[in-house]
């Protein structure tokens, strides 16, 4: 199984919501560990976008905080990602990611998954 | 917040050494302790290659090696291999944020 496993729509229109859930398998999600997204515009480097642990706290990149939500159901091992009132811009291979607690890396990575917006 | 600077691209023969460079742009870097490299081949997720500055994760061959001089950072690939070809990212942890630099593709002619 793959550890880290992104599932979403592939393709939002501008002004929506971007909705993606990641898929755990191998790993608890009640110990040390942190879960997030990354994000690589298509050509372009990575941006953070923020990452949750398993009681539900959060931190994110204070450039998108206003348009993003994270949440976490360890009942199904899985996380996932909303970010609101998407635009172009907002168009990227979405990866889903693991830190270990006070570990300021990322030692595990999803393989990604493409979202388009576009109308 | 600060930003990070990495060469666009850096070229090298096999065998030879190359070295990238990630320099911090902030008016508070703070220790910049908390650097990490990320290897990345086409179409392909990105895998930890270097923490901590100069850390090496279990697997990854010791021809990777990272430093730090002040507000820079580096990668050094000794002995270079045709699967070295690829794009190498770096990242900084500050404050309660992390930041990556722009990105370089190291060609391996």
């Known amino acids: 199984q793959v550890p880290l496993q992104e599932s979403g729509p592939g393709l939002v229109k501008p002004s929506d919501t971007l909705s993606l859930t990641c898929a755990v398998s191998?790993?608890?999600?009640?110990?040390?560990?942190?879960w997030g997204w990354i994000r690589q515009p298509p050509g372009k480097g990575l941006e953070w976008i923020g990452y949750?642990?398993?009681?539900?706290?959060?931190y994110y990149n204070p450039s998108l905080k206003s348009r993003v939500t994270m949440s976490v159901d360890t009942s199904k091992s899985q996380f996932s990602l909303d970010l609101t009132s998407v635009t172009a811009v907002d168009t990227a291979v979405y990866y889903c990611?693991?830190?270990?607690?006070?570990?300021?890396?990322?030692?595990?990575w999803g393989r990604g998954t493409l979202v388009t917006v576009s109308s | 917040q600060s930003a990070l600077t990495q060469p666009r691209s850096v070229s090298g023969s096999p065998g030879q050494s190359v070295t990238i460079s990630c320099t911090a742009i902030?008016?508070?870097?703070?220790?910049?302790?908390?650097v990490s490299w990320y290897q990345q081949h086409p179409g392909k997720a990105p895998k930890l290659m270097i923490y901590?500055?100069?850390k090496r994760p279990s697997g990854v061959p010791d021809r990777f090696s990272g430093s730090r001089s002040g507000n820079t950072a580096s990668l050094t690939i000794s002995g270079l291999q045709t699967e070295d070809e690829a794009d190498y990212h770096c990242c900084s942890f500050e404050g309660s944020t992390f930041i990556f630099g722009g990105g370089t593709k190291l060609t391996v002619l």
């Open positions: 901590d500055v100069y």
């Open positions: 949750i642990n398993y009681s539900g706290t959060t």
């Open positions: 902030s008016s508070d870097i703070g220790d910049y302790k908390y």
């Open positions: 191998g790993y608890s999600m009640h110990t040390d560990n942190w």
């Open positions: 990611v693991k830190k270990i607690g006070a570990q300021w890396y990322f030692d595990l």
